[in-house]
Nanobody, 126 residues
């Protein structure tokens, strides 16, 4: 599966952005999906994930209550709605897919994902 992340940009603190991850080569409806981010000079860390049905989701503590991950199977996409953005949310955001099973769970470890998009930059000014 090929993933394409989009929707990043520059926003002031307190603002909102919605990231989208679209796929080609395979339907996302049976795949676990995740979002990760990597700040400058930092490791890539987990942000949010969702299982095939959308019933199971996980969030990093730092984004709980502010970010929401959803699926749009009609568009073969997964979205990350980000609200109340903070300067510490500044990073390159990557979407990822776990294609090795049927998406029953929502993994939080980047090692559980085998396909990655190219990343989209999110910059939050104070």
């Amino acid at each position: 599966v090929q993933l394409q992340a989009s929707g990043g940009g520059f926003v002031q603190a307190g603002g909102s952005l919605q990231l989208s991850c679209t796929a080609s080569g395979r339907a996302l409806s049976t795949i676990s999906m995740g979002w990760f981010r990597q700040g400058a000079g930092k490791e890539r860390v987990f942000v949010a994930s969702i299982n095939w049905s959308g019933i199971s989701t996980n969030y990093a503590d730092s984004v709980k209550g502010r970010f929401t991950i959803t699926r749009d199977d009609a568009k073969n996409a997964v979205c990350l709605q980000m609200k109340d953005l903070k300067p510490e949310d500044t990073a390159v955001y990557y979407c990822a897919a776990r294609t090795s099973d049927y998406g029953l769970w929502a993994p939080t470890d980047r090692m559980d994902y085998d396909s990655w998009g190219q990343g989209t930059q999110v910059t939050v000014s104070s």
